[in-house]
Structure formats: structure tokens, C-alpha cells
Nanobody, 119 residues
């Protein structure tokens, strides 16, 4: 079982920055990938960024060059640094932790943190 708690969301003006944090409890943090997703009002949840256990990263095209995902295994925490924010980035941001199980990968989710970018 994995519990995820996101923090760091808020209201920011266009062009500003925010850093989201996701603290994970449970075992296996350092040996598994982590990810950030977001869901804007009226839209489906979409991938923002992922980071593997060996710190290989992957980003949605819309955030490349502006967002950075990182992890601190000593703190069981994954971060999302968001720079040059634009109003379309307004969404609830969710932390994701896929974990292997006998039935295949199981996805654990946090409760989400709201990011609002004003123009």
C-alpha cells in the first residue's frame, strides 16, 4: 500500500513558478517510478512527467523545457518544478505511483493539489 500527499499548489500569475511536492509512505519508493498527472476542468487526466528509479525523465510536449521532475529518495518525495507557467496549466495536479503486483501494475494516486494560473 502506498499513500501519497501532494502539496505546493496555489494561485500564480502567468510567467510565475511553483514547486509541487509529493510525499510517499510505504515501501518501494526508491526502486519504482513516480509521476505527475493533471486534470483541467472538463478534460481528461493527462500525463505531465515521469521519473524512473534511475532518474530517467519523460515529459509531455506541452511542458518540456519549463517543468522539471525530480526525486529525493532519502525523503521519499518527488517534486515538480514548474516555471514560465501559462493559464492552460490550470488544473488539479496528481502524484502517481505505479507498483507491481501479482495482477499487474497497480496505480496509487494522491488527493491532488490545485494550481491556478491567472492571466
Amino acid at each position: 500500500q502506498v499513500q501519497l500527499v501532494e502539496s505546493g499548489g496555489g494561485l500564480v500569475q502567468a510567467g510565475g513558478s511553483l514547486r509541487l511536492s509529493c510525499a510517499a509512505s510505504g515501501t518501494g519508493f526508491s526502486t519504482n517510478a513516480m509521476g505527475w498527472y493533471r486534470q483541467a476542468p472538463g478534460k481528461q487526466r493527462e500525463l505531465v512527467a515521469t521519473i524512473t528509479s534511475v532518474r530517467t525523465t519523460n515529459y509531455a510536449d506541452s511542458v518540456k523545457g519549463r517543468f522539471t521532475i525530480s526525486r529525493d529518495n532519502a525523503k521519499n518525495t518527488v517534486y515538480l518544478q514548474m516555471n514560465s507557467l501559462k493559464p492552460p496549466a490550470t488544473a488539479v495536479y496528481y502524484c502517481n505511483a505505479p507498483r507491481p503486483s501479482s495482477a499487474g501494475n497497480v496505480a496509487f494516486w494522491g488527493q491532488g493539489t490545485l494550481v491556478t494560473v491567472s492571466s
